[in-house]
């Protein structure tokens, strides 16, 4: 799991990406199902699966020559708030809150 808010970030800001997490939630699919469901080519599924999984964002399962994804719900919560947190201004020192 990705603790980089920017490569997190990155992971999320591709309408493609976005697409293939809703398809992935709740559900496991192959790079076949995807490339179906998007009317993407095989190389540009793979590649926003590959960003995907840097961030952390999927999990991966190896079935013969097959791979199935699903969606990491924990890492897309810790992603949130670390993003979150990087974004949230610094605290002035000698100020209370």
């Not at 939630?25 to 076949?32: A, N, P, S, Y």
């Not at 995807?34 to 961030?55: E, F, K």
């Not at 994804?69 to 670390?82: F, K, M, Q, V």
Request: net charge positive.
């Amino acid at each position: 799991m990705s603790a980089d808010p920017v490569r997190f970030a990155h992971a999320l800001a591709d309408n493609r990406r976005q697409q293939i997490l809703r398809l992935l939630w709740g559900r496991e699919l192959c790079v076949r199902d995807l490339v179906q469901a998007l009317g993407l080519s095989q190389p540009t599924v793979s590649h926003h699966l590959r960003i995907l999984q840097q961030a952390g964002l999927l999990h991966a399962r190896e079935a013969g020559r097959m791979t199935f994804y699903t969606l990491n719900i924990d890492a897309l919560d810790h992603g949130l708030r670390a993003l979150r947190l990087a974004l949230r201004p610094a605290r002035r020192k000698g100020r209370r809150r």
